[in-house]
């Protein structure tokens, strides 16, 4: 079962196109919103953008900000997901690190390997120190 978009959504919009024209939106429409969008101040860029996610049904928040936030460079993306990170409850952080998956199994053998590597050191200094104060003698150990 299908139910129809709230009236005044983008969607109800796209719907009313198709059933007009027999496409979804109207590429003259698009191409207008798209100028109008470059044209315009960053203030109102960023109203744009959050009306548009705001105006979508549910079911289409996710794409439209996916789409958004694939747009970004890398390192702006990583900034913006840091941030948007931050701003949950410690337990969707969590959820979110699970998601993500643990390390492969590469970067797990290099994290033991600098595990042993910092034991073998300590250990090996700490003999060199024990045999040095031998030579020394029992009085000058400490």
């Known amino acids: 079962m299908h139910r129809n978009p709230p009236p005044g959504t983008t969607e109800d919009a796209a719907k009313n196109n198709q059933n007009a024209g027999g496409t979804k939106t109207d590429g003259s429409e698009r191409e207008a919103i798209t ?9 109102s860029r960023k109203a744009a953008a959050a009306e548009a996610v705001k ?6 928040k996710k794409d439209v900000a996916a789409d958004a936030v694939n747009a970004l460079p890398t390192e702006v993306k990583k900034d913006m997901l840091a941030d948007a990170a931050q701003s949950l409850g410690r337990k969707d952080r969590e959820e979110i690190a699970a998601s993500l998956g643990s390390p492969d199994q590469q970067a797990t053998n290099r994290i033991w390997q600098m595990i042993v590597g910092a034991f073998a050191i300590v250990f090996v200094g700490s003999s060199i120190a024990l045999i040095a104060a031998v030579f020394f003698g029992p009085k ?3």
């Open 35 to 43: 100028e109008a969008v470059k044209n315009a101040s960053l203030d």
């Open 55 to 60: 105006s979508a049904a549910d079911r289409n």
């Open 140 to 142: 000058d150990i400490q």
